[in-house]
Nanobody, 128 residues
């Protein structure tokens, strides 16, 4: 069982930056795929980004939604127990609740149904 705890949301002006964190409780993310999704009011949950956290110290594959490519980036700490989503050049349309998710295995997928573990979500609000 993997428990995920997100933090780092808040209110920021358009053009600003935020960094979201997703901490795994009781284990590392090694051997897992970690993803971020977001959901704005009245819309379906949408894929934002995902990365494979390999068991070895190599770099895993990543995937970004076109809407955030070049503005958002994924990283993790050296212990591979926390995943970060760095969000730059934020736009009002990035406003949503952001969720961290994880699944066992080393394959990136954009389908929310493929992820077994979810955090509670953190609100990001971008004002114009």
């Amino acid at each position: 069982q993997v428990q995920l705890v997100e933090s780092g949301g808040g209110v920021v002006q358009a053009g600003g930056s935020l960094r979201l964190s997703c901490a795994a409780s009781g284990r590392t993310f090694r051997g897992y795929t970690v993803a971020w999704f977001r959901q704005a009011p009245g819309t379906e949950r949408e894929f934002v980004a995902a990365s494979v956290v390999p068991i070895s110290w190599s770099v895993g594959s990543t995937d970004y939604a076109d809407s955030v490519k070049g503005r958002f980036s994924l990283s993790r700490d050296s212990a591979k127990s926390t995943s970060y989503l760095q969000m730059n050049s934020l736009k009002p349309e990035d406003t949503a609740v952001y969720y961290c998710a994880a699944r066992g295995g080393a394959s990136v997928t954009r389908s929310s149904a493929a992820y077994d573990y979810w955090g509670q979500g953190t609100q990001v609000t971008v004002s114009s």
